[in-house]
């Protein structure tokens, strides 16, 4: 299965707003900035594997929850 930064935004996006955080208290939680938040979330930045573990733990689920989670959207949803 090929890497997909649309998915990976888009589920990182979608647990953001289910959990009821802004962007700005997400990236202060997960230690980086609002902006490279926003470029992950838009499908416009790849995350390096240190960011995935930051974010995943900022939205209390394991790295490995979120990765299957990612995996799941590619596979459902729409084609890069």
Do not use: F
């Not at 995943?56 to 084609?79: C, K």
């Amino acid at each position: 299965m090929p890497y997909n930064r649309k998915a990976c935004g888009i589920v990182i996006s979608r647990m953001r707003v289910g959990k009821g955080l802004s962007q700005e208290v997400l990236s202060g939680l997960a230690g980086i900035s609002r902006s490279h938040l926003a470029q992950i979330e838009g499908g416009r930045k790849t995350m390096r594997l240190d960011t995935l573990w930051q974010i995943a733990e900022a939205l209390a689920v394991t790295p490995d929850r979120l990765i299957r989670m990612i995996e799941e959207e590619i596979q459902n949803g729409e084609p890069p």
